[in-house]
């Protein structure tokens, strides 16, 4: 699977080894962990938070409704769905943001939740959309994951 993508120019998968130049590491041939990820003005929003997971840095974002607004970290392990930082009341409609310069994420359709929407995360400063982690913008949604080939992309992408 993602070992294949290892020669890939925009993304680097590196096994094991972490460096500095890895977007995703595949961690003893089974996690994938996100080490860098954008918003569409190229800010990194890994490692501007203050979260630790299991040793790696979060996905740091914004999130607000019309009540109040804080800061998440999303765990950079693909599958695992733990966050910490700010909460909502489960379902609430939430804008996802960039910490640094306060931009939505783009839409990219509907999620497969009652109500909900995925917004894009880049995970190269290239800003390509092959390379992408998706959150649903209804609070406690589960579908939310790292995506890493359109495949699976429109495999869970609810087709309007
Ligand atoms: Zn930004
Ligand atoms: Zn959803």
């Not at 080490?35 to 800010?43: E, K, L, R, S, V």
């Not at 630790?52 to 695992?80: H, R, T, W």
């Not at 880049?122 to 406690?140: E, F, Q, R, S």
């Amino acid at each position: 699977m993602a070992k294949d993508k290892s020669e890939n120019e925009d993304l680097n998968i590196l096994k094991e080894n972490i460096s500095k130049d890895g977007k995703i590491i595949l961690k003893d041939d089974v996690y994938i962990i996100v080490t860098q990820a954008f918003c569409p003005n190229g800010h990194n929003l890994v490692g501007c938070g203050k979260e630790d997971f299991d040793g790696y840095p979060g996905i740091c974002v914004k999130v607000a409704n019309d009540e109040k607004e804080g800061m998440l970290e999303l765990s950079p392990f693909q599958g695992d769905h733990s966050k910490r930082g700010v909460t909502f009341p489960q379902g609430t409609k939430v804008k996802i943001k960039c910490p640094t310069c306060g931009v939505e994420f783009p839409v990219v359709g509907r999620c497969k939740c009652e109500d909900g929407h995925l917004h894009k995360i880049y995970l190269n400063p290239k800003l390509n959309d092959a390379h992408m982690i998706v959150v649903c913008d209804a609070w406690g949604c589960y579908f939310s994951r790292l995506i890493d080939d359109n495949e699976l992309f429109s495999e869970f992408i609810d087709e309007e």
